[in-house]
């Protein structure tokens, strides 16, 4: 059974740092495709940052690229989300999200998000 658990997230003030946590199960860590997607209230989530297995980070958001990055520990199965000089704009839930990309899956387990807000 895949389990996905998001953790880190909070209040901060612009221009400050969060590093988010996605602690993962279930399911072959080094082998699927990990990805990082946010929502605001009941807008489409939108991609923000992901991880493809052997390719290592292929994604950024263009409104994230150089402030955000995206990286692992296959020792504890947790993907991370290191948030710098984060932005009002960038208030958000954020879903850390698994998917079998090697067989052709989409995204398809998703954890409970964890609310970010930047405040100005």
């Known amino acids: 059974q895949v389990q996905l658990a998001e953790s880190g997230g909070g209040s901060v003030q612009a221009g400050e740092s969060l590093t988010l946590s996605c602690a993962a199960s279930g399911f072959p860590f080094r082998r699927y495709c990990l990805g990082w997607f946010r929502q605001v209230g009941n807008k489409e989530r939108e991609k923000v940052a992901a991880?493809?297995?052997?390719?290592?980070?292929?994604y950024f958001l263009d409104s994230v690229k150089g402030r955000f990055a995206i990286s692992l520990d296959n020792d504890k199965n947790t993907l991370y989300l290191q948030m710098n000089s984060l932005k009002p704009e960038d208030t958000a839930m954020y879903y850390c999200t698994v998917g079998d990309c090697l067989r052709g899956a989409d995204y398809e387990y998703w954890g409970q998000g964890t609310q970010v807000t930047v405040s100005s």
């Open positions: 991880h493809i297995p052997f390719s290592g980070p292929t």
